[in-house]
């Protein structure tokens, strides 16, 4: 018997089932997918235990009669596409046939269906197997039960996170169907209590700022500038909202193409990079974009789970880009002034004669002649004869003032003997200071420029968090707490987290709905940022990290990171020749020399070689 054999049809099921399945927000995607499909005008989704225990989708779509409620279940089995031109023109969200094929693979699913009131089928399934169909009564749409996930793949079980965990999960993959499909509703329900409820509301931009006010609350909502209408047209539509300054707290940033949320990397790279060019800043405002256009320009099948496609228009993307930059420029609350006319060239002398060089250029009238000293004076100007007046007296170019006065006067170059951690001697030679800004050094192999405000960030947070690790933060309570207003899915992260909090000296407390109050706060921070933190924490990726000494590490470097920013020294701060050797001494004695805590960079070298290039000496 030969090495390679054919898998049996159950294992590779299984097989199957873990590339589309990997936790309870797997199966709420693939079903609310579905109900969507169908035309559904209100979804419901009931969990226990987070979705490990039960999921229950319910919708009231086209459903299903009995045959094709039996052959939904088999694997590639789907109404979407019937052939390979149909799959460069899906407009549907689910078009493969895996996933209730891949559920039923792991789990014990029921479904009841039907077309027309009444008349409904139900279908039991237990790990890829069929336990039995019978007719039943039922209302027009579909309802999917699905129970005991990975009841028979206890190595993907056992990966499963906790309940709350699990929850949040399947949540924010509801918000981001609830933002794309305004008019439709959306309920969620964990042991019988309501998470999300959304009301359905009218297409357009303002029913969409009324959606995101469900999710998000009201204060995000007033702080969006919308995308403007002119990037719509027949073929295509930019539309959506991009946040102003205040919405850079936390991450929320959703991109939908054709109703479908993706993590498309090339449209966020060209959303960081206009806020880069635009703001001059490295956070970044709350961002809805929707992209409509039709379904051949796009390729939605090139990745599993369908989280990412593909342009076939790259010119697509520019004009996106285009939409994004205007939109950030209201949003930061600029607008171009428009000029009556042209602004003239400044007249300006000539600032330098050469190297003995006596020719001067005549100089601008405007910019050279003494006005008039008195009235008189004036007068008679006003009244010389078009002829010609007599020239007023030239001001010897040794009595006119500089254009620019230095404002940091220039140090003598003296070597400074710096080492590293390494204990290596490097010697620099301090050159002096730029614009109150740059600290400049001459190294044995190019120019290096360390920025003073980053170096002693750099500095203050090592000692900041090495003195805050040997005691317990301290809290202030306040008197007025300030409201924290959270998507459905933050609010649960931030409870969940909570309890981790309170030794770094937070203290909330849960409202109704997704409101939390901020009761007390670490006494060396402000309220502003401390909202700030708490926002971060409440939109951070990934899973809720709630072990105390892993949270008080990430909040002590955090505090540290704050105050070391404030406390900082300023650019356009002069220094003295001292100050500047100390500062640099020290900065090559930390533990990281090269990189503030937010990721600037410290030091740039401008290597021999490079310098030589640019002045075309290479």
């Known amino acids: 018997m030969g090495r390679i054999q054919l898998l049996e049809d159950r294992l590779i099921s299984k097989i199957a089932a873990g590339e589309v399945v990997e936790r309870p927000a797997s199966v709420v995607k693939e079903l609310v997918e579905n109900a969507l499909d169908a035309g559904a005008s209100e979804v419901g989704i009931e969990l226990e235990a987070g979705g490990k225990r039960r999921i229950v989708v319910s919708d009231d779509g086209i459903g299903m009669d ?365 050159l002096g200071q730029y614009k109150g800004s740059l600290i400049l050094l001459e190294g044995h192999d190019g120019l290096y420029l360390i920025d003073q405000h980053v170096a002693h960030e750099r500095l203050l947070y090592e000692r900041l968090r090495r003195a805050m690790a040997a005691e317990r933060t301290a809290s202030q309570t306040l008197l007025t707490p300030p409201i924290l207003e959270l998507a459905p899915a933050e609010a649960m992260r931030l409870r969940e987290i909570a309890p981790a909090l309170e030794p770094c000296g937070f203290s909330l407390a849960p409202l109704s709905g997704n409101a939390i109050a901020i009761t007390a706060i670490p006494a060396v921070v402000s309220i502003d940022e401390a909202e700030g933190m708490l926002q971060s924490l409440a939109t951070a990726a990934g899973e809720a990290d709630v072990d105390a000494a892993a949270m008080g590490r990430r909040l002590l470097e955090a505090l540290a990171a704050s105050l070391a920013c404030r406390a900082a020294v300023k650019i356009h701060h002069p220094l003295t020749v001292p100050e500047m050797e100390r500062l640099v001494s020290e900065l090559f004695e930390a533990e990281q020399p090269y990189a503030c805590p937010h990721g600037r960079p410290i030091v740039l070298q401008m290597t021999d070689a490079e310098l030589e290039r640019r002045f075309g000496r290479r």
């Not at 100007?381 to 940091?408: D, K, L, N, Y």
């Open 66 to 430: 009995r045959d094709d409620a039996l052959l939904a279940f088999d694997r590639h089995a789907t109404s979407k596409i019937h052939s390979l031109d149909d799959l460069e023109h899906v407009e549907t969200l689910g078009f493969r046939g895996e996933a209730l094929a891949s559920i039923a693979a792991v789990a014990r699913v029921e479904l009841r269906t039907a077309a027309r009131p009444g008349e409904g089928c139900l279908v039991r399934i237990e790990g890829g197997r069929v336990k039995g169909v019978e007719p039943v009564s039922h209302p027009r749409g579909t309802r999917v039960e699905m129970a005991s996930l990975f009841f028979n793949v206890p190595a993907r079980r056992k990966f499963l996170k906790t309940p709350q965990t699990e929850l949040r999960r399947s949540v924010e993959v509801v918000q981001g169907y609830a933002l794309a499909n305004p008019d439709v509703r959306f309920t969620v329900c964990h042991q019988d209590r309501t998470v999300v409820d959304t009301l359905p509301v009218a297409e357009g931009s303002e029913g969409l700022r009324e959606r995101i006010a469900q999710l998000f609350g009201m204060a995000l909502a007033r702080e969006l500038e919308a995308i403007a209408p002119e990037f719509v047209t027949e073929q295509e539509a930019v539309t959506g909202f991009v946040g102003n300054p205040a919405t850079t707290r936390g991450r929320r940033l959703f991109v939908f193409v054709n109703r479908r949320l993706v993590h498309d990397r090339t449209v966020l790279a060209r959303f960081y990079r206009t806020v880069r060019d635009e703001w001059r800043s490295d956070e970044y405002p709350a961002l809805f974009l929707f992209l409509d256009l039709l379904a051949e320009d796009v390729d939605v099948n090139v990745h599993p789970r369908k989280a990412e496609v593909r342009f076939r228009n790259l010119a697509f993307v520019d004009r996106v880009e285009e939409a994004l930059r205007r939109t950030l420029i209201l949003a930061r609350g600029e607008e171009q002034a428009p000029l009556a006319s042209p602004l003239a060239p400044p007249q300006v002398p000539a600032a330098w004669d050469g190297l003995g060089g006596k020719h001067r250029p005549e100089a601008p009238r405007e910019a050279w002649e003494p006005r008039p000293a008195t009235a008189e004076a004036a007068e008679r100007s006003e009244t010389a004869s078009p002829a010609g007046p007599e020239p007023a007296a030239r001001v010897p170019p040794a009595e006119v003032g500089h254009i620019a006065q230095a404002a940091f006067a220039p140090i003598e170059p003296r070597p400074v003997a710096l080492s590293g951690r390494s204990g290596q001697k490097r010697p620099f030679r301090l």
